[in-house]
């Protein structure tokens, strides 16, 4: 399965973006996905993640309730809406799936990738 995400872009402090993460090859029903993000110079951390189903979501403490993770299984997207943007969520954001179908926090646990869209904040 391969995992394309779009919608990066450069915003201002406060501004919103969506990113999505289109899966193609297979679908992507049965995994868990999730959203990670790396800035420059730090370690790839966890964002957000959604069960298979959709029912359930977890968020990394510097983003909840400002982000919200969602998927449409029948288009094989999943979604990260970003509101109330810092410069600190200023990464190359990816997406990626799991062998699970219960959400994961561990990026050990998610067996593909996206490529990475890169969002700017800027102050």
């Known amino acids: 399965v391969q995992l394309q995400a779009s919608g990066g872009g450069l915003v201002q402090t406060g501004g919103s973006l969506r990113l999505s993460c289109a899966a193609s090859?297979?679908?992507?029903?049965?995994?868990?996905m999730g959203w990670f993000r790396q800035a420059p110079g730090k370690e790839r951390e966890f964002v957000a993640c959604?069960?298979?189903?959709?029912?359930?979501?977890r968020y990394s403490d510097s983003v909840k309730g400002r982000f919200t993770i969602s998927r449409d299984n029948a288009k094989n997207t999943v979604y990260l809406q970003m509101n109330s943007l810092k410069p600190e969520d200023t990464a190359v954001y990816y997406c990626?799936?799991?062998?699970?179908?219960?959400?994961?926090?561990?990026?050990?646990?998610?067996?593909?990738w996206g490529q990475g869209t890169l969002v700017t904040v800027s102050s």
């Open positions: 090859g297979r679908a992507i029903s049965r995994n868990a």
């Open positions: 990626a799936g799991s062998q699970f179908t219960d959400c994961s926090m561990k990026n050990y646990e998610y067996d593909f």
């Open positions: 959604v069960t298979w189903s959709g029912g359930s979501t």
